[in-house]
Nanobody, 123 residues
Framework: EVQLVESGGGLVQAGGSLRLSCAAS????????IAWFRQVPGKEREAVSC????????YYIDSVKGRFTISSDNAKNTVHLQMNSLKPEDTAVYYC????????????????WGHGTQVTVSS
């Protein structure tokens, strides 16, 4: 059974930090890029960051560059998203997602989804 289990969400004040984790199982971890998406009510789910296993490339949307860092612990089949200098506009449900081989940056390219974890940043 494929599973992507997110953890680490919560409530934090603006300027604070959170570290999200995504534990993967049930598929060949090394064959998949892992991405983080986020969604707020009434808006489409957007890609935030992604990392590929093939060459370790990392990608970020402009609004989080310099504040978020994605990393992969291949020995533990886990991907982390370190989020610093959080802003109220970062408030969303964050989803871990797996796409075969590369970062397609689109939700309809995703093969597997986690159930999401809520991140709330208060002003």
């Amino acid at each position: 059974e494929v599973q992507l289990v997110e953890s680490g969400g919560g409530l934090v004040q603006a300027g604070g930090s959170l570290r999200l984790s995504c534990a993967a199982s049930g598929f060949i971890f090394d064959d998949y890029a892992i991405a983080w998406f986020r969604q707020v009510p009434g808006k489409e789910r957007e890609a935030v960051s992604c990392t590929t296993k093939s060459d370790g490339s990392t990608y970020y949307i402009d609004s989080v560059k310099g504040r978020f860092t994605i990393s992969s612990d291949n020995a533990k089949n886990t991907v982390h998203l370190q989020m610093n200098s959080l802003k109220p506009e970062d408030t969303a449900v964050y989803y871990c997602a797996a796409e075969f081989w590369h970062c397609g940056w689109r939700s309809d390219y995703i093969d597997y989804w986690g159930h999401g974890t809520q991140v709330t940043v208060s002003s």
